[in-house]
């Protein structure tokens, strides 16, 4: 299975404390809870994690402070299409990942999911629309809140399909 993972207001939320026990405040004001890093991690083995978030190589960085094991250093990283970051920073994001799962092509990634705080934006957009729903997971999250443990114990399902 393939991750998107986004940082901002997904493992970076000012509020995760209302999901998580703990949250520790460190890097430049990020924001996030060790439980749910710890949660993440246990599932390296299983799920490719590919970064999709405008701090592009920053991630691997990123990931490292917050204790990510390998995917601090071995995720890959989408970046725009078009080569340019655009905002909404959403479309970018979802036509790198339409991309990536080789979309146009035939399908040629089963299992898939995309955690992004703007994905809730696509929705009614009917170019998007089969990319934020069918064989994919892509939660609605919160960006004040993040990931929750709902939403990982969720993708653990997906993953064991």
């Not at 970046?79 to 799962?101: F, N």
Request: overall charge negative; proline content about 4%; glycine content about 12%.
């Amino acid at each position: 299975m393939i991750l998107y993972l986004e940082v901002d207001g997904v493992l970076s939320a000012g509020r995760c404390y209302k999901a998580w026990p703990e949250v520790v405040l460190e890097l430049d004001g990020l924001c996030w809870s060790p439980s749910m890093i710890g949660h993440l991690i246990s599932l390296q083995d299983r799920v490719e994690l590919v970064w999709v978030s405008r701090y592009g190589g920053l991630c691997s960085m990123i990931a490292r402070e917050m204790g990510m094991g390998k995917w601090g250093s071995d995720a890959r990283v989408l970046t725009p299409v078009s080569g340019e970051y655009t905002e909404p920073s959403i479309y970018w994001k979802a036509e790198a990942i339409w991309s990536d799962l080789g979309r146009g092509l035939g399908s040629r990634i089963d299992r898939w999911s995309w955690f992004d705080a703007g994905v809730g934006d696509l929705r009614g957009i009917r170019d998007y629309a089969d990319l934020v729903r069918g064989n994919g997971y892509v939660p609605e999250i919160s960006k004040d809140i993040g990931i929750t443990p709902e939403n990982l114990i969720t993708l653990e399902l997906q993953i064991e399909v």
